[in-house]
């Protein structure tokens, strides 16, 4: 038998916020909008919580800020790093690996579009620049060891390995604006060139 009084429905359960979900948001208003206005206030009205929800992952924006670099230096530099050792053992396929980065559609536009706030984050932050900097020398090592693999002098193997690196940084930066051709051609180039 049919109650007769109408049930109440259940409130929409609100997915929890993960620490991770804020580090997401506070990457997007960096690329978006600049560091300055990475602040708990815009991330909470931008997560549609409160700024007291910050406070159960955060110690304050400081620890954030120090997150979002260890995300990206994790996602960018070490994850990228692995899965590219793991794709294929032969250095120079790897090295192929790395100098396609830049073409690789929307995750390489979004990746170059993250490095760039980075960076103009890093030139008036002591934090970001170390953060910036490690993981430019991490690069550039594991780009130096490949090239080393190879057969090149360790000191001829680093300063290819500036130069490749120094070409990935531009070409996801300022390549874009060029031809597919053209782009091509330059990656050809530069792996004739540096890797002979």
Request: hydrophobic fraction near 40%.
């Amino acid at each position: 038998m049919p109650d007769s009084e109408p049930r109440a429905q259940a409130a929409p359960r609100r997915e929890t916020l993960t620490p991770e979900r804020w580090i997401e948001a506070a990457t997007e208003v960096l690329v978006d909008h600049g560091i300055d206005n990475v602040r708990v206030d815009v991330l909470a009205t931008e997560l549609s919580v409160t700024r007291g929800s910050f406070y159960w992952h955060f110690r304050d924006r400081e620890d954030l800020l120090r997150q979002v670099l260890q995300s990206w230096r994790d996602r960018a530099t070490e994850q990228l790093t692995t899965r590219l050792q793991a794709s294929n053992r032969d250095p120079r396929a790897q090295l192929r690996d790395v100098l396609s980065l830049p073409f690789r559609g929307r995750a390489a536009t979004r990746a170059a579009r993250i490095e760039l706030a980075l960076r103009a984050w890093a030139r008036h932050d002591p934090m970001a620049r170390q953060a910036v900097d490690e993981a430019d020398a991490s690069r550039i090592d594991y780009i130096s060891d490949l090239i080393e693999a190879l057969g090149f002098a360790k000191a001829e193997a680093r300063k290819r390995g500036f130069m490749l690196y120094s070409y990935i940084v531009a070409e996801s930066q300022i390549g874009g604006s060029a031809s597919a051709a053209e782009r091509s051609s330059r990656r050809k180039f530069v792996e004739q060139v540096l890797l002979g």
